[in-house]
């Protein structure tokens, strides 16, 4: 009797232990040595380091999923017209910043702003007054609402535009190497209206669109694991989540996770706003143009292709990584994380689970970004709050497929107004919780620094 008990005893014991070892071998707790370094989004990855590299469908769709990511990628391509009786693309306007998606997003890819005293193509201005409405986003500004529109359908006045000119100044790098950096100078004109005086505004370049769909479906947890919102463990870094406002669910406190200030909860709700804002396009989520509330009500483009080109957002996939095993690569990865880089452009996020949707579903992703608002100081700040998210602080970008920009976008420009024209000049206007990691990056050798561009080059 007893001796049967102890087998049944042991062989409890033996069942547990197994199964802890069996939940440590899950993949999160994979050593970085047997981790394929180049599967930056999972099963979400696609090999491809060519100028479409941002544009590839992700893995395990079925037939009629990659049919709606065509009608979506169709609808990003589309030239939107103010009215037409042959295509779909209609309602353009009255005032827009752009014509269609991919005019801002080329090769579904990143933005650029202009050279000095040029229009720009690729970027636009959003504007408040200070305040915060219902929902805790900011003010619209009387007569011009959330965002400049600098272009009009004929027979209306564009709202004005911003003249972009730089400032150059050279900060000198420990061993000696002078960095020039441009620094831009905003100034709006051929206003329609007069602006308040009390204007906010933020310069915004576009940003890639692959690896959205990974990124809405992190897990909180995984977000949040990062979060150090009063600095306890005293590293000088914080990071705080943006709480924000969905317009579709109509929920206040959501994890926002998109956008350079992370105001945008999901992909459905960055769309309608870049359709409506950006394009002029009236949805069922945002059915009056701000500057024209008398024509509101009047819905432009029908839930389906808002749907489908949401699809189409969630399911690029990322383009691997290269050169991972490379020696160069490997000590740049090195001084990536012992600078401190790693502490706000964490390398490591899992996904949640999803039965409904498995392609996303259950992902070991490398994006580098917390995804968190950090304090940058103020050479970075717009001084417009929005949401939780100070005027000094960013949104952590992800870093993965920065090494294609070029191959992909023709430029290596960088930060959120595009001012960085490449990697060394991006880290140089790192302040506030990132002063230290820039510091030690200042400290580096010719070599060494060269090393974790060639690691950034990689990503
Ligand atoms: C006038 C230029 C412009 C147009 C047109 C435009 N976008 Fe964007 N897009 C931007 C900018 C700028 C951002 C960054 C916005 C921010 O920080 O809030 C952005 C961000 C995004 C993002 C989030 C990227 C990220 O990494 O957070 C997605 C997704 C997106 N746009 C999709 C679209 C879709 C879909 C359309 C067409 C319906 C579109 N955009 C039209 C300029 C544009
Ligand atoms: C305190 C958090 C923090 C630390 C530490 C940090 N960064 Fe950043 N990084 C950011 C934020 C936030 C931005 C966006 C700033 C902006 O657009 O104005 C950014 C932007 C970047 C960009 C441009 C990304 C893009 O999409 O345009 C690169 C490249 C970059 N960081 C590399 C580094 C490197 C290399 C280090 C270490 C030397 C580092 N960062 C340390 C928070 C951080």
Not at 303 to 313: E, H, R
Not at 358 to 364: A, D, T
Request: proline share 5%.
């Amino acid at each position: 009797m007893i001796k049967t008990k102890l087998y049944i005893y042991i062989a409890f014991i033996l069942l547990a232990t197994t199964s802890i070892i069996y939940s440590c071998r899950k993949p999160q707790a994979l050593e970085d040595s047997e981790w394929d370094e180049r599967m930056s989004g999972g099963d979400c990855t696609v090999f491809d380091e060519s100028a479409g590299a941002f544009g590839n469908v992700i893995n395990g769709l079925s037939d009629e999923d990659r049919r709606v990511h065509g009608v979506g990628d169709g609808f990003f391509d589309k030239t939107f017209v103010p009215v037409s009786t042959t295509s779909p693309a209609v309602g353009l306007g009255p005032v827009f910043n752009q014509l269609s998606c991919v005019r801002c997003h080329i090769n579904a890819g990143r933005g650029t702003p202009p050279l000095s005293g040029q229009p720009y193509q690729s970027m636009f201005f959003k504007l408040s007054v200070p305040g915060v409405d219902t929902h805790g986003a900011p003010l619209p500004v009387p007569g011009y609402g959330a965002q400049l529109q600098d272009k009009a359908i004929a027979g209306t006045n564009p709202e004005g535009t911003v003249m972009i000119t730089y400032n150059y100044i050279t900060e000198k790098l420990a061993d000696g190497t002078d960095v020039q950096l441009r620094q831009p100078i905003y100034q709006f004109a051929n206003l329609y209206t007069s602006m308040p005086a009390n204007v906010l505004y933020s310069p915004r370049v576009s940003r890639s669109n692959f690896g959205m769909g990974l990124i809405e479906a992190i897990s909180e947890e995984s977000i949040l694991r990062n979060a150090d919102p009063n600095d306890i463990n005293g590293d000088g870094i914080s990071g705080r989540v943006n709480y924000v406002y969905d317009y579709i669910t109509h929920q206040g406190n959501c994890i926002g996770r998109i956008g350079w200030k992370a105001a945008v909860p999901n992909i459905k709700n960055q769309v309608a706003k870049a359709l409506n804002e950006d394009i002029g396009i009236t949805t069922s989520i945002f059915p009056i143009e701000y500057e024209t509330t008398q024509q509101g009500g009047k819905i432009e483009l029908p839930d389906s292709i808002v749907n489908a080109l949401t699809f189409y957002m969630k399911t690029l996939a990322v383009p691997a990584r290269r050169n991972v095993k490379d020696e160069t690569v490997r000590t740049g990865k090195k001084l990536f994380i012992v600078s401190g880089c790693v502490k706000c452009h964490a390398d490591k996020h899992e996904t949640a689970t999803d039965v409904s949707f498995k392609p996303l579903s259950g992902q070991i992703i490398r994006p580098y970004s917390d995804f968190l608002l950090h304090d940058m100081g103020l050479a970075l700040a717009d001084g417009r709050p929005e949401f939780d998210a100070t005027g000094n602080e960013w949104r952590t970008p992800p870093l993965w497929g920065i090494g294609l920009n070029q191959r992909v976008n023709g430029n290596t420009n960088l930060l959120h107004d595009g001012r960085a024209r490449n990697y060394i000049e991006a880290v140089m206007w790192h302040g506030g919780e990132a002063q230290s990691a820039k510091d030690n990056f200042k400290k580096l050798t010719k070599a060494e620094r060269d090393a974790l561009v060639k690691f950034l080059e990689s990503l």
